[in-house]
């Protein structure tokens, strides 16, 4: 088979994968109810985690991950959300809102919930991760000398790596018009000193009730299952980073004088 008729073969099965998904989610339209999706987009080390556990446990609903795999959760999966339209499900991706996400987003309902969590702290717990848990994460894979280096040494990698991805993610969810009436924000902070009231928020914004004993009961059940809530401490990065470390984390913000950071501790660049 020449070059040309091999091109314009793929070309076609490209075309026709499309329409199978077109047509599969017209089908879905036409037969099935439209399920409800409650999507976390959250930071990294943040809590994420154990707030869909929560929430699974109230709602009832699904644990459905709408990405294509973990390692590249930043973006939206089609054949995904498609499966999952008809169910009701709770997603949590690090994703942030490029134009094709908030696409989605749009075409499939999705309010996302934004969680947040203090810069100096997420960088600490995001450092432990790679130590102790894997060295492969959807922001940054750790060296195979990682742990021989210094401990302010693989902060720093963190800091310079992974942090300038944590001021995107807020300045872009801040800056994005199309998502700032349909998006909640939430911070790490909140999970931790009431629990009950941000989940409570959480269902709120979805229209979802629940009574106050079962989302006692299901956040006491998701912290005795054990989680990535890193045993709910805050403030672990002012005592886990230099001055210097902290002030480097502080100037990334200057790429956006415009956006308050507030919600990750930040005061801003001078």
């Known amino acids: 088979m020449s070059r040309s008729a091999t091109q314009r073969l793929e070309r076609g099965l490209k075309t026709t994968s499309r329409r199978g998904l077109r047509l599969n989610l017209r089908l879905k339209k ?8 409650v999507f976390i987009s959250a930071l990294p080390k943040s809590g994420s985690t154990f707030l869909v556990k929560v929430l699974e446990q109230v709602t009832g609903y699904q644990t459905f991950f709408l ?4 390692l590249n959760e930043q973006d939206l999966y089609l054949p995904n959300l498609i499966d999952a339209w008809s169910m009701d499900v709770i997603s949590h991706q690090h994703t942030r809102p490029s134009a094709p996400n908030l696409a989605l987003m749009e075409q499939f309902a999705i309010r996302p919930v934004i969680l947040t969590r203090n ?6 717990s995001l ?3 790679l130590e102790r848990e894997s060295a492969d994460t959807p922001l940054l894979n750790a060296p195979g000398d990682f742990m021989l280096r210094e401990r302010a040494a693989r902060l720093d990698m963190v800091i310079d790596l992974a942090l300038p991805w944590y001021i995107r993610f807020v300045a872009d969810w801040a800056g994005a018009k199309q998502a700032k ?8 902070e909140d999970l931790i000193e009431d629990g009950a009231a941000t989940v409570g928020r959480v269902l709120a914004f979805h229209g979802i009730a629940a009574e106050a004993a079962v989302i006692e009961r299901a956040l006491l059940q998701a912290r005795g299952e054990g989680s990535r809530l890193n045993k709910g401490v ?3 990065g002012t005592d886990g980073l230099s001055p210097a ?3 480097r984390i ?5 790429h956006y004088p415009g956006t308050d950071f507030t919600c990750i501790g930040l005061a801003g660049a001078n």
Request: charged content about 30%.
């Open 30 to 37: 036409l037969f099935g109810r439209r399920g409800k999706t």
């Open 67 to 70: 990405g294509y795999h973990q």
């Open 119 to 124: 810069a100096y702290d997420a960088t600490v």
């Open 127 to 129: 450092t432990d991760h």
């Open 181 to 188: 009436d349909n998006c909640l924000w939430l911070r790490y």
């Open 234 to 236: 805050a403030g672990r």
């Open 245 to 247: 470390q902290k002030i």
């Open 250 to 254: 502080n100037d990334l913000t200057r």
